[in-house]
Protein backbone atom coordinates (compact mmCIF):
# COMPACT_ATOMS: atom_id res chain seq x y z
CA UNK A 1 0.00 0.00 0.00
CA UNK A 2 1.24 3.45 -1.22
CA UNK A 3 1.68 5.89 1.77
CA UNK A 4 1.28 9.52 0.37
CA UNK A 5 2.10 12.80 2.17
CA UNK A 6 1.30 16.13 0.95
CA UNK A 7 3.30 19.47 1.71
CA UNK A 8 3.59 23.30 -0.23
CA UNK A 9 0.21 24.76 1.46
CA UNK A 10 0.22 27.87 3.52
CA UNK A 11 -1.35 31.13 3.34
CA UNK A 12 -1.52 33.44 -0.01
CA UNK A 13 -3.16 36.45 -1.25
CA UNK A 14 -5.78 36.07 -3.46
CA UNK A 15 -4.56 36.10 -7.23
CA UNK A 16 -1.19 34.54 -5.62
CA UNK A 17 0.14 31.06 -6.98
CA UNK A 18 0.99 27.89 -4.91
CA UNK A 19 2.00 24.71 -5.41
CA UNK A 20 1.54 21.70 -3.95
CA UNK A 21 3.52 18.23 -3.94
CA UNK A 22 2.60 15.01 -2.71
CA UNK A 23 5.42 12.34 -1.99
CA UNK A 24 4.34 8.37 -2.93
CA UNK A 25 6.81 5.61 -0.46
CA UNK A 26 6.19 1.97 -0.38
CA UNK A 27 5.30 2.05 -4.11
CA UNK A 28 5.25 3.87 -7.64
CA UNK A 29 2.74 6.30 -8.58
CA UNK A 30 3.33 4.66 -12.27
CA UNK A 31 1.13 1.70 -10.54
CA UNK A 32 -2.00 4.47 -10.19
CA UNK A 33 -4.16 6.96 -11.39
CA UNK A 34 -3.21 10.12 -9.43
CA UNK A 35 -5.80 13.64 -8.07
CA UNK A 36 -6.83 15.94 -5.90
CA UNK A 37 -9.93 16.76 -4.18
CA UNK A 38 -10.30 19.49 -1.55
CA UNK A 39 -12.34 20.08 1.57
CA UNK A 40 -13.68 23.41 2.89
CA UNK A 41 -14.62 23.45 6.28
CA UNK A 42 -18.18 22.21 7.15
CA UNK A 43 -18.51 21.04 3.28
CA UNK A 44 -17.82 17.98 1.53
CA UNK A 45 -14.89 16.87 -0.13
CA UNK A 46 -14.62 18.13 -3.83
CA UNK A 47 -12.82 16.61 -6.72
CA UNK A 48 -10.10 19.16 -7.94
CA UNK A 49 -7.89 17.13 -10.31
CA UNK A 50 -7.29 13.88 -11.96
CA UNK A 51 -4.73 12.64 -14.03
CA UNK A 52 -4.57 8.63 -15.73
CA UNK A 53 -1.65 6.38 -15.15
CA UNK A 54 0.37 5.92 -18.57
CA UNK A 55 -0.81 8.72 -20.75
CA UNK A 56 -0.74 11.67 -18.46
CA UNK A 57 -4.40 12.42 -19.70
CA UNK A 58 -6.08 15.25 -17.13
CA UNK A 59 -9.31 16.16 -15.81
CA UNK A 60 -10.13 18.45 -13.75
CA UNK A 61 -13.10 20.28 -11.50
CA UNK A 62 -15.07 23.45 -13.02
CA UNK A 63 -14.10 25.42 -10.64
CA UNK A 64 -10.14 25.34 -10.96
CA UNK A 65 -10.30 24.87 -14.71
CA UNK A 66 -7.48 27.34 -16.61
CA UNK A 67 -6.32 27.91 -13.09
CA UNK A 68 -5.15 24.81 -12.07
CA UNK A 69 -2.12 22.55 -13.04
CA UNK A 70 -1.51 18.75 -12.32
CA UNK A 71 1.79 17.20 -13.28
CA UNK A 72 3.32 13.60 -12.59
CA UNK A 73 6.94 12.94 -12.01
CA UNK A 74 7.97 9.35 -12.09
CA UNK A 75 11.75 10.17 -11.31
CA UNK A 76 10.54 11.27 -8.18
CA UNK A 77 7.58 9.26 -7.14
CA UNK A 78 5.73 12.90 -6.84
CA UNK A 79 2.64 14.46 -8.04
CA UNK A 80 2.56 18.23 -8.04
CA UNK A 81 -0.49 20.79 -8.33
CA UNK A 82 0.03 23.83 -9.17
CA UNK A 83 -2.64 26.99 -8.50
CA UNK A 84 -2.54 29.88 -10.25
CA UNK A 85 -5.05 32.78 -9.96
CA UNK A 86 -6.34 31.89 -6.19
CA UNK A 87 -9.58 33.00 -4.97
CA UNK A 88 -10.63 32.66 -0.92
CA UNK A 89 -13.00 30.41 -2.13
CA UNK A 90 -9.70 27.88 -2.81
CA UNK A 91 -9.29 27.74 1.29
CA UNK A 92 -9.48 23.92 2.10
CA UNK A 93 -7.48 21.13 3.12
CA UNK A 94 -5.92 19.82 -0.05
CA UNK A 95 -5.22 15.59 -0.38
CA UNK A 96 -3.57 13.39 -2.74
CA UNK A 97 -5.21 10.41 -3.82
CA UNK A 98 -4.63 7.17 -5.82
CA UNK A 99 -7.00 5.37 -7.94
CA UNK A 100 -7.06 2.18 -9.79
CA UNK A 101 -9.99 4.05 -12.27
CA UNK A 102 -8.30 4.80 -15.59
CA UNK A 103 -9.25 8.82 -15.52
CA UNK A 104 -10.00 10.05 -11.94
CA UNK A 105 -13.01 12.43 -12.14
CA UNK A 106 -14.56 12.46 -8.62
CA UNK A 107 -14.00 12.01 -5.14
CA UNK A 108 -15.22 8.39 -5.77
CA UNK A 109 -12.78 7.49 -7.30
CA UNK A 110 -10.07 7.04 -5.09
CA UNK A 111 -9.34 4.52 -2.55
CA UNK A 112 -6.74 5.98 -0.32
CA UNK A 113 -4.99 9.46 0.79
CA UNK A 114 -2.90 11.28 2.36
CA UNK A 115 -3.10 13.51 5.49
CA UNK A 116 -3.90 17.10 3.27
CA UNK A 117 -2.36 19.88 3.15
CA UNK A 118 -3.83 23.59 4.35
CA UNK A 119 -4.34 26.22 1.84
CA UNK A 120 -6.08 29.41 2.95
CA UNK A 121 -6.32 32.36 -0.01
CA UNK A 122 -6.53 35.77 2.26
CA UNK A 123 -5.43 39.35 2.25
Known amino acids: QVTLVESGGGLVQPGGSLTLSCAAS????????MGWVRQAPGKERDFVAG????????HYGDSVKERFTIFRHPDNNTVTLRMTSLRSEDTATYYC????????????????WGQGTQVTVSS
Open 97 to 112: GTSTSTLPMRVASFQS
Open 26 to 33: GGTISSYA
Open 51 to 58: INRSVFAT
